[in-house]
Every structure is written in C-alpha cells, then in structure tokens.
C-alpha cells in the first residue's frame, strides 16, 4: 500500500511538472506589446453632416498580444481632433473617439523581420456633431473593421507597423471610414 501511495505521488509531481512546463511554452509563445499610431481618417459624411471636412488626423495607443507567432488580439482608444468649417458664416464642428479590439494575423514573407497582416475587429465610434441650429448631436455606432498591412521587427522588442483599414458604420451622418495608421510597437 505504501508503494502505491509513493508512486502515486511522483506520478502526480511529474505530471503537475509537465503541466507547468505547458504555461511556461505557452507564455513564451505570447509576447504582449504596446503600441501608438498615427492615424489618418477620410469620413464619408452623409444627411446633415454631407458639407463637414472629411479628413481628420488623430492618435491612437494600443495594447496587445501576439500569439503563437500567426495570431494577434490587440485593443485599441483613438482620439481625433475637433474640425470645423463655416458654412454660409456658421460655425460647424464634429469631432470622434473610438475603442475597440481587432484579431491579426501574421503572415512572415522573406526574412523573419517582414510580416504582412491581416486584421478583422469591432470598434465603438462616438461622434459629437455642432450645428448652429442645433446645440449638439452625439452618436455611437459599433462598426466592423477590416485591415491590411505590414509590420517590420527592428529587433526582438520594437516593431514598425503600417496599415490600411476600412471600418463601416451605416448611420444616417456617417456611412464608412478609411483609415491609413503608421505607428511604433514595444514587445515585452
């Protein structure tokens, strides 16, 4: 009985090994990152909001994991500045935030330091427009992202990503978003 007992007990202290040995892969498989872009938006206004400006410039900070070298999950808060046009010597304006997440995936090409990507996601878009008749309109629309690109790995900790990403939203003042973000990614 006691033999027994004994080897039941290594058998679960190198099973519990094994186990740990499991995470420890599964950690080193996972490399969490964080990131800022700069973002360059063209908004195709409708409704009301047809005559605002449709280029707006904004900055975004992003956290994330690349998984298993192919994957990616990476949330996101961007922040565009206010713009404004007189139209027939009124003042309108409209400003935006957004945050949300996209899944990436890595394709490497060539060397090991190119990758292609490709990104699908949800995003939150909160937009503030100011008319002179109106005090102020504020609307929220989740809308569907879909994104192309490249990041290039500088070394085993920075990273340089460009993408280009179309987002649709489907409301009355604002249809769809294109987007061209170029920014900096710190792996840990």
Known sequence: MKKT?????VACV?????HAGYWSDMYNEMKPYVGADYIYSYIKFGGPARHMKESYHSGSVNLGARMYGYWG??????QAGKRERHIE????STEFLAYGADMYGYAPIGCSQFNLLGSLGL???RFDFKYPDVSSKKQNRIGYRAGVGMQYDFNEHFA?????RYTYLGMNRVNNLKEVTAGLRYMF
């Open 73 to 78: 999950l990476e949330a996101f808060y961007q």
């Open 89 to 92: 010597g009124k003042k309108h």
């Open 160 to 164: 340089m990503r460009v993408m280009g």
């Open 5 to 9: 007992l004994l080897l039941a007990g």
């Open 14 to 18: 190198v099973s519990m090994n094994a």
């Open 123 to 125: 995003a939150n878009y």
